[in-house]
């Protein structure tokens, strides 16, 4: 696979962005290529080759990409190969996953919160706003989706 000077930049821009969130380097540029190429789906070998990483790289960030509902793999009849995709139809399932787990953090603010002693008033209602924040989020962004879903018709 031949990619451009242009194309490169943007996988390794991407790359860095996903490794920000705490992804792994070589996955988020997996994610990164998968997100440029031309072809939706990709080889084992054509990502390997195209990043050029070892098969070991390779196979543990699909591995943990598979395992982060991020990407999933076909295949087709009479080919043995498996054609690496993202799974872009599912991105609603990750916001909604990416809402409970703000509310199961929220809850365990709470919990800290409620353990630690008074001596520190000013750092326990830092927590406790936190808390109240990630609650705000997990109530608006299911509207916010709604909304943005009715604008789009």
Known sequence: MNLTDKQRALIERIGVFQEKLG???VAGRIMGLLY???KPELTFDEIREALGISKSATSNALSMLQHLNRLEYITYSGDRKRYFRLKLDKWRDLVQQGVESITDFS????EVVAMRTDSTPEYNQNLLDIADFLNYLHQELPKLLTQWE???R
């Open 23 to 25: 992804m792994q380097p």
């Open 36 to 38: 440029v190429s031309d």
């Open 107 to 110: 809850d365990t603010l709470q």
């Open 150 to 152: 009715q604008q789009k």
